[in-house]
């Protein structure tokens, strides 16, 4: 199975500030023959189901804000939010889709400082 | 807009199977894969299987002896059986929708059922 670690567990930000969460795979999550990222990030809010915010390791979802974005290739990846909002307060999860069994990262809480 | 609903009982005894249902509303079933993912309170998130509306099926393997994914197209339905299950089963157990265009990427869940395991 491909290992997620996510790192730091847990980030406290202010406001408006930049927040940054950190995902590392045990092996290449990039598939060769398309140049894709099989890696998605989500944003899981108290008593909420997970959400999707970020595909192909740098897209985002439909209707997320621009404050959001992803980056990295191969096992190496990061969630950035540019100017934490309060809504931002969550636990944000990266998962691999390259292989089954799918797997999830441990869990990032964000919180406000 | 497409609506995942869980359902099933909110408590299930020691060895006993486990039996939820995904009903889909708002969109067909059909040509989309259908994921079961359980998250055990203050736990992170562990997918247990796939079903795609054609009725293929994928399961993780440290839980694929006891688990069976179906789907039925006609009720717009999945559904997950989990046999003897334990106390360790005890989780919030989600249906989310695979997109085959992103490559089953989970872009719409349910809100999730509460199960708990205790005699």
């Known amino acids: 199975d491909i290992v997620m670690t996510q790192s730091p567990d847990s980030l406290a930000v202010s406001l408006g500030e930049r927040a940054t969460i950190n995902c590392k795979s045990s092996?290449?999550?990039?598939?060769?023959?398309?140049?894709?990222?099989?890696l998605a990030w989500y944003q899981q809010r108290p008593g909420q189901p997970p959400k999707l915010l970020i595909y192909w390791a740098s897209t985002r979802e439909s209707g997320v804000p621009d404050r959001f974005s992803g980056s990295g290739s191969g096992t190496d990846f990061t969630l950035t939010i540019s100017s934490l909002q309060a809504e931002d307060v969550a636990v944000y999860y990266c998962?691999?889709?390259?292989?089954?069994?799918?797997?999830f990262g441990q869990g990032t809480k964000l919180e406000i400082k | 807009q497409v609506q995942l609903q869980e359902s099933g009982p909110g408590l299930v005894k020691p060895s006993e199977t486990l039996s939820l249902t995904c009903t889909v509303s708002g969109g067909s079933i059909t040509g989309h894969y259908w994921s079961w993912i359980r998250q055990p309170p203050g736990k992170g998130l562990e997918w247990i299987a796939y079903v795609y509306s054609s009725g293929s099926t994928n399961y993780n393997p440290s839980l694929k002896s006891r688990v069976t994914i179906s789907v039925d197209t006609s009720k717009d339905q999945s559904s997950l059986k989990l046999s003897s299950v334990t106390t360790a089963d005890t989780a919030v157990y989600y249906c989310?929708?695979?997109?085959?265009?992103?490559?089953?990427?989970?872009?719409?869940w349910g809100q999730g059922t509460k199960v708990t395991v205790s005699s």
């Open positions: 989310a929708r695979g997109d085959p265009a992103r490559a089953n990427t989970f872009d719409i």
């Open positions: 092996q290449s999550v990039l598939y060769s023959s398309n140049n894709k990222n099989y």
């Open positions: 998962q691999q889709y390259y292989t089954t069994p799918y797997i």
